[in-house]
């Protein structure tokens, strides 16, 4: 089993619609990243969280320590929102290193 | 844009050859990370340099090895290549370690294509 977890694995969406992505995680942690990586393969870090929730434009990042889990949600979401949305986590045990997800590949349609 | 440069942005090579990619990080950023993301594994951190000292090791096998130079840009060098060593090869730099409240910057990757 993955230490990271992702779901769905694909989105489609039409232009508008409220749109959540999940993350769960296995391990001890000191830090969740939410990435973008858009179809030429450039990766935009979005949110660094450790705890609670925070908010930039269209986009709120989630996490619940206790329960191992973070959301992702875009609010009225946009053709160009259209990209793979990776969730990684940080460890706590051994290097920091990050441990990333398989990552959800959301098509939003205009 | 995020103030990360790697180079070069694509690389064709043949099985068996030795390469180098290259990296600047941010300015005033001391830590460079190195991630290889093939269609098979997904993105996989391979190594961390911080101020120009090894820091954390992940998934990196004996024919890749990296260093950071003291101007803080960072070499990662494959050799005897393989077929399965195809992939996008990301660099990333922080301000600090990599702690929790360390947020890391991605540069525009480097394709390596092994024929």
């Known amino acids: 089993k993955n230490e990271v977890e992702q779901s769905p694995q694909n989105l489609t969406a039409q232009e508008g619609e409220f749109i959540t992505i999940n993350c769960s995680y296995s391990v001890g942690i000191s830090a969740l990243h939410w990435l973008q990586q858009h179809p030429g393969g450039g990766i935009v870090s979005l949110f660094m969280?450790?705890?609670g929730k925070k908010k930039h434009g269209r986009l709120i990042a989630t996490i619940n320590i206790q329960e191992k889990h973070s959301s992702l949600h875009i609010t009225a979401s946009h053709p160009r929102d259209s990209a793979v949305y990776i969730c990684a986590v940080q460890l706590i045990q051994g290097a920091q290193k990050l441990v990333f997800g398989q990552g959800t590949r959301l098509t939003i349609n205009p | 844009d995020s103030g990360v440069t790697q180079t070069p942005k694509h690389l064709i090579t043949a099985t068996g050859q030795r390469v180098t990619l290259r990296c600047s990080p941010r300015s005033g950023d001391l830590s460079v990370y190195w991630y290889q993301q093939s269609l098979d594994q997904g993105l996989q951190f391979l190594i961390q340099y911080y101020n120009g000292e090894e820091r954390a090791k992940g998934n990196i096998l004996e024919r890749f090895s990296a260093q950071q130079f003291p101007d803080l840009h960072s070499e990662l060098n494959l050799s005897s290549l393989e077929l399965g060593d195809s992939a996008l090869y990301f660099c990333?730099?922080?301000?600090?370690?990599?702690?929790?409240?360390?947020?890391?910057?991605f540069g525009p990757g480097t394709r390596l294509t092994v024929l």
């Open positions: 969280l450790s705890s």
């Open positions: 990333a730099s922080s301000v600090g370690v990599g702690g929790g409240t360390d947020t890391q910057y």
